[in-house]
């Protein structure tokens, strides 16, 4: 049965439509199966690593690993673009960068995104970040040795000390720590009751204090503000005794000036030997001070 010409042009035109299709998805790199926007991770090395495997940062799955892609630097050096593809809503850094990791020895590997300080930028979609290359093998295993080589080590040395002369030291030492143990636990039952009449009249004179206190507790404050009130009168006495003598010290004052000016304590001594004189003189001869006539 032969096909006509408008049968033909559609069947062009719907090959035609698909293609373009194809095209324009590998072109823009769209997620048919969501949304998102992808980032690239240069890699030197992404061995163990493949495509759908998980992008996590902080512990969360933020993403796809969507491509791998084997291809040379500036230099011709090789190295490997990963491709990802990172949810919606996520925003990654600038400044962050890939690693590829594993969770666990069994476990495939992922990429994990290290965030780097927040700057208040972020990376933009079709950015290129800088990744690093998954620990070697042979390095773990190199380190892996380095540690069996200690645990061996450290084994070796406690083999050592539970040698015969030490574990014989050893069980001697745990012997006596028995003994002492036994020891202070027989002392302490022989003398439980004389332990327990001890604690009792702890608790009978705390018990007599507190039955004295209670009753004279307003009068007990009652004397503590008291003598706060003399202490503070006490300073204020003292405050006004160190004024006074500071005074005498520096001569203000009459006192001061007595006591600081020999030539008024000198005259001051003069005047009070005169007075006793005239005192004496005047109870020996009275008439010589008094006019008295007798009628």
Same mark, same amino acid.
């Given at each position: 049965m032969?096909?006509?010409?408008?049968?033909?042009?559609?069947?062009?035109?719907?090959?035609?439509?698909?293609?373009l299709g194809i095209l324009v998805l590998g072109v823009a790199d769209i997620n048919i199966r969501g949304g998102g926007y992808k980032i690239d991770a240069l890699f030197?090395? =992404? =061995?163990?690593?493949?495509? &759908?495997?998980?992008?996590?940062? =902080?512990?969360?799955?933020?993403?796809?690993?969507?491509?791998?892609?084997?291809?040379?630097?500036?230099?011709?050096?090789p190295r490997v673009r990963v491709s990802l593809r990172i949810n919606d809503g996520v925003k990654i850094p600038k400044g962050s960068i890939a690693l590829i990791t594993v969770s666990s020895l069994l476990s495939e590997r992922y990429?994990?995104?290290?965030?780097?300080?927040?700057? @208040?930028?972020?990376?933009?979609?079709? &950015?290129?970040?800088? @990744?690093?290359?998954?620990?070697?093998?042979?390095?773990?295993l190199s380190e892996t040795g380095g540690m069996m080589g200690d645990i061996k080590e450290t084994l070796n040395k406690v083999r050592g000390f539970l040698s $015969?002369?030490?574990?014989?030291?050893?069980?001697?030492?745990?012997?006596?720590? $028995?003994?002492?143990?036994?020891?202070?636990?027989?002392?302490i039952s022989s003398r439980k009751s004389a332990i327990a009449g001890t604690i009792d009249k702890a608790h009978s004179i705390t018990t007599t204090v507190d039955n004295i206190l209670s009753p004279n507790e307003e009068r007990l404050k009652k004397t503590i503000s008291d003598l706060s009130?003399?202490? $503070?009168?006490?300073?204020?006495?003292?405050?006004?005794?160190?004024?006074?003598?500071?005074?005498?010290?520096?001569?203000?004052?009459?006192l001061g000036k007595l006591v600081n000016d020999p030539t008024l304590y000198d005259n001051l001594n003069e005047t009070i030997k005169n007075a006793n004189k005239l005192i004496t003189d005047f109870q020996e001869r009275p008439t010589r001070y008094l006019d008295l006539s007798i009628f």
């Open positions: 032969a096909i006509s010409a408008e049968a033909k042009v559609g069947m062009f035109v719907f090959t035609a439509i698909i293609m030197p090395s =992404a =061995a163990g690593l493949e495509e &759908s495997a998980d992008v996590s940062m =902080a512990g969360m799955k933020i993403g796809t690993v969507q491509k791998i892609k084997l291809e040379n630097d500036d230099k011709g050096n990429v994990e995104i290290t965030p780097a300080p927040s700057s @208040g930028e972020f990376i933009k979609p079709g &950015s290129v970040i800088e @990744g690093k290359p998954p620990a070697d093998f042979a390095t773990l $015969e002369e030490n574990k014989e030291r050893v069980e001697n030492t745990l012997k006596d720590l $028995e003994k002492s143990t036994g020891d202070l636990s027989d002392v009130v003399v202490v $503070e009168d006490l300073r204020t006495v003292t405050t006004d005794l160190k004024s006074i003598t500071t005074k005498i010290d520096t001569g203000q004052g009459t």
